[in-house]
């Protein structure tokens, strides 16, 4: 419930909720480029009050987890009702049905929901960094909305934070094109303690982007360089992790792994020779992530925005020799590793808009017919692109009147 910030005020209750959460889950919605907030502010009071202005703060901020300098990546404000309007405006934004002007100025104490102000907010077709609360990652990303009231004594009230989940959108094959590393080759080499090679591994990336939930294609290229079979590897440990790093170059040692999944992988007998080159398939299963909002993976995209840089790699370390009368640390392994790019979005199919073509017979007389059609490209196909956040980007804005309107719909 969002209450009052100062502890004696006149006011019973104040507060910023959600109209209704998308979906028509129990949780906190989670906003995206193009999404709508649709909500509204709650005010009631004990007593008559006299209300000059009621309003709306949507802010956003982020900071380095060990910087303690924040900055602001937008701030916008919007009047909701005005008892002073200016001039050649209108009196006043609609509030609750029936309300009018003479008996707006006087908040009456409130046995039900109170007086409600709507509003809508629009997120533009960009990529902002995403929501991260304290302590999460090496970076601090928060939205929030707040109310604000006035009263003709000049008196002000702001209203508790009310926080608005957001998370990119990422379309894995256009991140994937994007990113020069994701199609390299890793190689490794194992020596022995006179620095002869055992074990050559080769990995290459993987051809495309995937989603969350769906599998990933690799294969590892092993070349034994030894004569005994006792010494050829049988299994490897496949681990999926999800990295958090700052983009500036200044701060590469700063960097957080969460593991997001870890298989262990039998090789097939057949296919391990000793003096020649063995090729081994893995299938990679991409979970979708069990987010705990307190540690373990964030479930984010791939992504490069605010400061931190998300990305995913794929290790797999094939053990060299299984005597128990080795030490571990005298054990001869192989670790590899590629990155795999991630995303969250499907790419959207652009469908041209067909029409009824319009058919005129002998007589000139006009018939629409529906099995003949005819593309139009004034229909609704959305040539909009989502683009990445910059100092420069377009920030959200409200909706007159909090209208949704179909064009404001993505």
């Not at 652009?350 to 007589?363: A, H, I, Q, T, Y």
């Amino acid at each position: 419930m969002g209450l009052l910030s100062k502890p004696v005020s006149p006011m019973g209750e104040f507060r910023v909720e959600f109209l209704a959460v998308p979906g028509g889950g129990d949780g906190s919605p989670v906003f995206g480029p193009g999404g709508i907030i649709q909500g509204r502010v709650v005010v009631g009071a004990k007593r008559a009050q006299d209300v000059t202005r009621v309003g709306i703060t949507f802010s956003g901020t982020s900071r380095m987890t060990a910087e303690k300098e924040e900055r602001l990546l937008f701030t916008i404000q919007d009047v909701l009702w005005d008892s002073a309007p200016s001039k050649g405006k209108e009196p006043a934004k609609s509030a609750s049905p029936g309300l009018s002007q003479s008996n707006l100025m006087k908040v009456l104490s409130s046995t039900g929901n109170g007086h409600i102000f709507l509003f809508a907010i629009k997120w533009p077709l960009v990529n902002f960094p995403p929501s991260l609360p304290a302590h999460r990652s090496i970076v601090e990303t928060e939205y929030t909305l707040k109310a604000f009231l006035r009263l003709s004594s000049s008196e002000e009230f702001t209203s508790d934070p009310l926080v608005v989940e957001y998370c990119p959108h990422i379309d894995p094959f256009i991140a994937y094109k994007r990113d020069p590393s994701a199609s390299e080759k890793n190689h490794v080499v194992v020596k022995d303690e006179e620095g002869k090679a055992l074990v050559e591994a080769t990995l290459p990336s993987p051809t495309e982007g995937v989603l969350f939930g769906q599998n990933c294609q690799l294969k590892l290229d092993l070349l034994i360089r030894r004569s005994e079979t006792k010494q050829l590897p049988r299994k490897a440990r496949v681990e999926l992790c999800e990295v958090h790093k700052p983009t500036s170059r200044t701060d590469t040692s700063i960097e957080q792994i969460f593991l997001l999944s870890q298989s262990t992988v039998p090789f097939p007998p057949d296919r391990i020779k000793c003096h020649k080159e063995s090729t081994i398939p893995f299938r990679v299963h991409i979970p979708v992530p069990d987010i705990d909002t307190r540690r373990g993976p964030t479930g984010l995209p791939t992504l490069k925005l605010g400061g931190l840089q998300v990305t995913y790699l794929i290790r797999i370390t094939v053990p060299l020799s299984y005597s128990w009368f080795v030490p571990d640390a005298q054990r001869k392994v192989i670790k590899i590793e590629c990155p795999v790019v991630v995303g969250n979005v499907k790419p959207k199919e652009k469908v041209p808009r067909s029409v009824p073509r319009l058919v005129v017979n002998s007589e000139g007389e006009g018939l629409w017919d529906t099995r003949s059609t005819s593309s139009s490209t004034k229909g609704k196909v959305d040539q909009r692109f989502i683009v990445d956040w910059s100092e420069m980007c377009e920030i959200p804005r409200v909706l007159p009147c909090g209208d949704v309107e179909e064009d404001d719909i993505v």
